[in-house]
């Protein structure tokens, strides 16, 4: 059965991303991209007032959008190879 992509999910990923977060991966994402626009907002308005640590949000909505760019994509691939990408967990919630 071919892969639905050859790029693989990075480890760090499929360790931090919640279950929650893989089930409902479009609402993630879209609230990801609300959340880098408003971080790119705030480090317009910080940087056009003379406070030159705003440049860090730009940064941060760098990363927040570059997630919620992939972590859809990152999802076919799971699906494609059959698994959800996190551990498995028993019925008291402890992983296995």
Not at 21 to 32: P, S, T, Y
Not at 75 to 91: F, H, I, N
Request: with cysteine.
């Amino acid at each position: 059965m071919p892969k639905a992509s050859t790029k693989t999910v990075p480890r760090i990923i499929r360790r931090t991303v919640t279950q929650w977060e893989w089930r409902h991966v479009k609402g993630v994402a879209n609230i990801r991209v609300l959340v880098a626009v408003w971080l790119v907002f705030l480090g317009s308005i910080a940087c056009a007032d003379g406070y030159w640590w705003g440049a860090f949000f730009f940064v941060v909505a760098g990363i927040v959008g570059w997630l919620a760019y992939d972590m859809p994509r990152w999802k076919l691939v799971l699906d494609a190879e059959g698994g959800s990408g996190t551990p498995e967990r028993d019925e008291a919630g402890q992983r296995r």
